[in-house]
């Protein structure tokens, strides 16, 4: 069982090395809709645990 642990945390690794510089060119403006969507999931995520502290209290 430990060694099945370990292949999948080297498999893992394997796949996050590969993967960690983009390979595709990106325009400015895919890159501005990207980080437009960015910051619209934080502000989302921002509404849902404010909603949730006002639910608490």
């Known amino acids: 069982m430990l ?4 292949q999948f945390r080297q498999k893992i690794r394997e796949i996050n090395q590969r ?17 437009a969507l960015r910051i619209y999931l ?9 909603k949730f502290v006002t639910l608490l209290n």
Do not use: A, K, N
């Open 42 to 50: 934080l502000f989302l995520v921002g509404l849902m645990i404010y």
């Open 19 to 35: 993967y960690s510089q983009p390979h595709i060119e990106m325009s400015t403006g895919v890159r501005i809709s990207l980080i």
């Open 3 to 6: 060694t099945t642990i370990t």
